[in-house]
């Protein structure tokens, strides 16, 4: 039984991995697959998948993208989401911001840098034309902590996904003032060089496995209900959400990749990148 180590956010776009794993799927193919919920989100996995304390991260497309430009020897082995992931705007609720354009010269939390949370309050920051060079990060490490930065007023506002954070939105904690959508597919599956070019044939049977519960998982029966029990949220909620989630079976398309890297090259966040060709599978 090969072992295999992967992480992910602890959100609901993974909960076909969680059903793989608790049916048994992966055994059935000789993969023991360890899971490990990573709540600092994006930031947090590069540096798992640098440290090679993990072979493979569902992880956001351009944060992974970023650090491979800057040096993570891992590869991208298949889109997981293609559908863009909304980001929710907050600010706490008691906040005298009202508008978007209040937000301007604000403190930003993120969960550290190179996370999503911190590379789309960048992409915003440039699409409502402000400074992008001036920026003003705090660090908070989780959702949880966000929540207590912004409460305690050492930062002003917060970008994380909407349906996670709505929630906090609905107990009056965080208030949601916009959203933004990332202009690309959401989340991919990467893994390290050395896992995937030493496990050419079990990721194939791994991806086999995941593709089939994503092509389906829609379809499971009262899966809405599942969702909402398990993420605490509200049925209609989770219904919206399954409406404009599509989970992808196939390899992020180039023009996907080059709208990533342009981005982030136009942001001074990257200088260089390997070509389409070196970065995925």
């Not at 076909?16 to 947090?44: A, H, M, Y």
């Not at 911190?118 to 001036?134: D, F, G, Q, S, Y």
């Not at 904690?173 to 030493?198: D, K």
């Not at 959400?241 to 992808?248: A, D, E, G, I």
Request: aromatic share 8%; charged share 25%.
């Amino acid at each position: 039984m090969k072992k295999v180590k992967i992480i992910g956010v602890p959100e609901h776009f993974n909960l076909p991995w969680q059903l793989c794993i608790e049916n048994g799927e992966f055994q059935e193919r000789g993969i023991d697959v360890s899971w490990t919920d990573i709540p600092e989100g994006t930031g947090k996995m590069c540096e798992l998948l640098r440290n090679k304390e993990t072979d493979l991260a569902v992880i956001l497309t351009e944060g992974i993208i970023k650090d491979i430009a800057k040096g993570n020897p891992s590869t991208l082995i298949q889109e997981y989401v293609s559908s863009p992931l909304v980001w929710g705007i907050h600010v706490a609720q008691d906040s005298p911001i009202q508008s978007l354009e209040e937000l301007a010269n604000k403190r930003i939390a993120i969960s550290r840098y190179g996370s999503g949370s911190h590379l789309m309050a960048i992409v915003h920051a440039k699409k409502m034309n402000w400074n992008t060079e001036e920026l003003n990060f705090v660090v908070v490490n989780t959702l949880e902590g966000a929540i207590e930065a912004l409460q305690n007023n050492e930062a002003d506002y917060f970008m994380w996904e909407k349906f996670m954070t709505q929630p906090i939105v609905d107990q009056q904690i965080f208030r949601r003032i916009g959203e933004f959508p990332t202009p690309w597919p959401s989340f991919v599956i990467a893994g390290t060089n050395e896992f995937c070019s030493a496990n050419e044939a079990l990721i194939d049977n791994l991806l086999e496995v995941i593709n089939t519960t994503t092509s389906e998982f829609k379809i499971i029966p009262s899966i809405d209900r599942t969702l909402a029990t398990k993420y605490h949220q509200k049925l209609e909620d989770i219904q919206t959400w399954l409406s404009q989630t599509q989970w992808s079976q196939r390899q992020l398309k180039q023009k996907h990749f080059d709208a990533v890297v342009n981005e982030l090259t136009a942001l001074k966040q990257i200088d260089s990148m390997p070509t389409y060709k070196e970065t995925v599978r």
